[in-house]
DNA sequence: CTTGCCGATTGATCCACATCAAACTGGCCG
DNA sequence: CGGCCAGTTTGATGTGGATCAATCGGCAAG
């Protein structure tokens, strides 16, 4: 049984994962806007790691960070490349997945504006991260990073509570990945999503799921029929309506003891 | 398809999650040894987060630390319980896991020495974790922890690398969850063990497996059965035997080729 | 040496979800 | 306004791994 998604997909590169992707890089919008007060005036910087920051801190991170933007399934970095980078989500949303050598795809997560990316161990990104809309992000430099953080206890511990709060999605995830059901696996997707919008202020009626149905198959070990079908029968079900670009709840209780169980 | 496979197990007690286990606590042996030295005689601590303390953060750490043993199956923590303790491992191995409601187990991670068990977000532990074989780890309550490393930014540093490396872990574990297949996961598992082994200066031509094969399935999202039976397969086909507590490799490359595709 | 016990193995059958294969839908461009 | 196109839904069929059910084997106690 291979579930091979991606591979089959139009327009997604193939790239060897060891090659640079400069074009991306290239690619990338990097507007020459006046920087006074960036930071100051960031909507999610109390979300983000620089929550952690005083006034003088954040000039110097200002300082060292670069704000550029993504298109629409455009690499922030991509498996293999060199870990130069470290990013701060500021607006969009970024699928975060691996790639196994034929193919098949597993998204690790879906990063919201405030999330973290540079919890990388090595030299080397372990895992690609796209954008699904059009993204914003802090990028900073891995050296200039390291070198900010080293002197800054309250940053590091910061950082430290964004990696921790990973592993343990990460760990939720497993459990969801090992043992629940298909059902199970996608009320408990739209539970957990409902909640992250909810901690990032866009709290709705809809909940809105801008990744395709390809992506949230891939997250969730399923294939985009299975996901499509599971859907389709909790709208029967009348627990939910599916709507372009999201579904409304009619029955968060039920959903929430589907995902629970 | 429910792989329920821990509440059926004989001696498991199926505890309330949100209950102190303190007869555990109880029952764990601390002996009242001469801690003259006992860090700085310490086996496996240039592979623990110790690895970064010089002599005087090394007595201060030996402080407040204590050496806790437990037996065979015995609970060093367990999920919802108040996180008042993190914990070093210095011998023996761990299983981390997380349970649903109705009993299916997911094994998150086996610890061994020099494994950093502290990594945990809110007040109660997200998961639990018990000995496999006799466990011997230093316990350090979180309130002291949390203020030793404060101010200690190289620390910081070293544990922060311990929760990335965990991290990485568990997102190749999700690639392995979501999108390998049962062969492909039996062989990564073997060769990802085997890995780790070395790392810790076990390297031997037997694997040795002091897990059950239960906690196997339930770590590759498999019944065991399954685990079983593919063991079986390999060893018919000549890649490896089946030894007692463990498995010996005879044919490392084909494992290592399943483990990659 | 015999018995009991518990984990592991092996066999037969089943089923949840994958795979294969059309149709459908909604946004966009000419 | 119509026709394309990428993504989605729906239907029919297949199968990998689960489930159910013995049996086996190693070890500890008697």
Known sequence: MKYISWSATAGEPRVNPALERVGAMIRTISPNRASFGRCS??????????????????????????QVH?????????????????????????????????????VIGFALPGDFLGTAPADRYSFSADAID??????????????????????????????????????????????????EKVASFLISWRERLAQIGDEQPTISLPMSRQDIADYLGLTIETVSRTLTRFEREKMLIIVTGGVRLLDPDRAAAMAAA
């Not at 910087?45 to 200002?62: N, V």
């Not at 455009?74 to 060199?82: C, D, K, R, T, Y």
């Not at 592993?167 to 629940?180: I, K, N, V, W, Y």
Request: glycine share 4%; with cysteine.
């Open 134 to 183: 059009s993204v914003t992000a802090c990028r900073l430099s891995r050296e200039a990073f390291t070198h900010f953080i080293e002197h800054r206890p309250h940053f590091l511990i910061r950082i430290n509570e964004f990696a921790t709060r990973e592993l343990t999605m990460a760990q939720e995830q497993m459990l969801l990945l090992g043992r629940r059901t298909a059902e």
């Open 41 to 66: 005036a960031c909507t999610v910087r109390s979300l983000s790691i620089c929550g952690a920051l005083d006034q003088a801190d954040l000039a110097e991170f200002e300082r060292i960070a670069r």
């Open 70 to 106: 993504f298109a629409t399934n455009e690499a922030l970095f991509s498996v293999g490349q060199a870990a130069n980078s470290v990013h701060s989500l500021t607006s969009g949303v970024a699928r975060l997945y691996k790639l196994l050598p034929d193919g098949r795809r597993q």
